[in-house]
């Protein structure tokens, strides 16, 4: 670790005073090879080391990551062109440097894109970066580095290191060229880097950035007036595509009892339909959870519910660990609208469904508002405008990313741009120009083209 930032101080010395054509030019040039060369090993990586079926590795190693590139090139042109006027006799501008140290990016396994992004948004601005990525994200994130290398990144700028959290947390906090960290991650990890990092402050040369996206449990709200099919469409997809594991997921759902039945139907025909195994088999929708912990994790919440008294299992609930870590996909119903699986985030294949009074509907978004205390995605499902209108205004705090007639996932860069506050994080927006502010430190510089040579003023003068 302690050479990682060795290497990244050192390179900084060079990567700092890099022209902004020659680190745009290494950024889109990893995405062309990514687009093309290296796309199946890109999508072959994220798939056998993060079990991902084809289609959601495509939509995340390949599609994002080459977004995430290019979308931020351009963003970062846009930010440099942002000049202020200059008055007569003056130039005035504005210089974006990188900040002073090096940045720290801690990476999940759930998105190849979001490894990639966390580290390159940061690097692009002319920062250098120790990046740490999941233990079980190791496969695509050296696939990322490989393509770099290739691109031209200079060594020393991005230091991908295959550490535990205690050693980076260790090395990093506590040396005063650290200038920030780009975090995704808990809630419960990023609340003690926070804690740390404000512990520490005085041995910093300044203040860090410190941007984070963290955990969700992330609500649909169906209006009586909803469409059953889209409502049961919308949760299967939104609940359960790659295994629920990601913090957008629909996790619980809110819906109208005059449409109870026939969404609970077509949840549990959905469910029993789904084909599970490999991801070698692209014909299976659902495939392993990412490892043992995670595993036992689920399963512990499962077999809780199945000891409530005001839970019903719907469909699903079967664990199995012989040949893999397979949950299979499960729809709890509770009468208990804070029920543990209503509150917690569980980051599986686990969708808890409460059934409200059709006309309470007004009443029941105060309860999706409250229940939570994450606010990172949420959708509402109505054909009533009214309803629409009236939810997008009462939960306008509850998601950082609202949905109308959609599932709550499947973000994309320059579209909609993703973070969410409350418990889930800094809401600062990866896939905007909004991120990329933070790892830039502006410096004003005017220039006077006649500077005065007498400290005093006209109205000084005698008569």
Not at 96 to 111: C, D, I, K, S
Not at 235 to 249: D, I, M
Not at 280 to 293: G, Q
Not at 385 to 408: H, M, Q, V, W
Request: some cysteine.
């Amino acid at each position: 670790m302690t050479q990682a930032v060795e290497a990244a101080l050192e390179a900084r010395k060079s990567w700092s005073k890099t022209s902004w054509e020659n680190r745009a030019n290494i950024f889109l040039r990893a995405a062309d090879l990514m687009a093309t060369k290296y796309r199946p090993y890109m999508n072959g990586t994220t798939m056998l080391g993060q079990s991902k079926n084809a289609y959601q590795a495509e939509i995340d190693s390949a599609c994002e990551l080459i977004d995430f590139l290019r979308f931020n090139v351009h963003f970062l042109s846009e930010i440099y062109k942002q000049q202020p006027i200059s008055g007569p006799g003056m130039h005035n501008r504005m210089e974006y440097r990188p900040l002073e140290g090096f940045v720290l990016a801690v990476t999940p396994f759930n998105f190849t894109a979001i490894g990639g992004n966390l580290p390159t948004s940061a690097a692009l601005c002319g920062n250098v970066v120790v990046w740490k990525c999941a233990n079980t994200q190791i496969y695509s994130a050296q696939m990322i580095m490989r393509i770099l290398k290739e691109a031209g990144l200079p060594d020393g700028v991005i230091n991908l290191v295959y550490v535990d959290g205690p050693t980076v947390g260790k090395v990093c906090f506590n040396h005063p060229d650290f200038a920030g960290v780009h975090f995704t991650g808990s809630t419960g990890v990023f609340n003690n880097m926070w804690e740390t990092i404000g512990k520490n402050m005085a041995m910093y040369k300044s203040y860090p950035r410190i941007v984070g996206e963290t955990g969700g449990k992330d609500f649909v709200i169906a209006h009586k007036t909803a469409d059953p099919d889209v409502v049961a469409t919308a949760l299967l997809r939104g609940a359960f595509e790659f295994q629920g594991q990601k913090c957008s997921a629909a996790s619980r759902a809110y819906i109208p009892s005059n449409l109870a039945e026939e969404i609970k139907k077509r949840l549990v025909a959905g469910v029993k339909s789904f084909k599970m195994g490999s991801v070698e088999d692209f014909t299976n929708f659902i495939n392993a959870v990412i490892d043992e912990k995670s595993f036992n994790n689920i399963q512990r919440y499962i077999e809780n519910a199945k000891k409530d008294p005001k839970a019903e299992i719907w469909v699903g609930g079967k664990c199995d660990k012989k040949e893999g870590y397979f949950v299979q996909p499960t729809i709890i119903a509770t009468n208990n609208p804070k029920s543990v699986t209503m509150c917690e985030e569980i980051f599986g294949p686990v969708l808890t469904v409460y059934v409200y009074p059709a006309n309470s509907f007004e009443k029941t978004l105060e309860l999706v508002d409250s229940t939570s205390p994450y606010a990172l995605t949420g959708s509402v499902i109505a054909l009533d405008r009214a309803a629409i209108e009236l939810a997008t205004d009462r939960l306008r705090n509850a998601a950082g990313n609202f949905y109308i007639n959609d599932k709550p996932t499947g973000a994309v860069v320059g579209q909609q741009p993703f973070g969410g506050a409350r418990g889930s994080g800094t809401n600062d927006k990866a896939g905007s120009i909004l991120n990329l502010y933070r790892w830039l430190s502006a410096r004003t510089i005017k220039e006077t083209f006649n500077p005065p040579v007498d400290y005093r003023y006209s109205h000084m003068v005698e008569k």
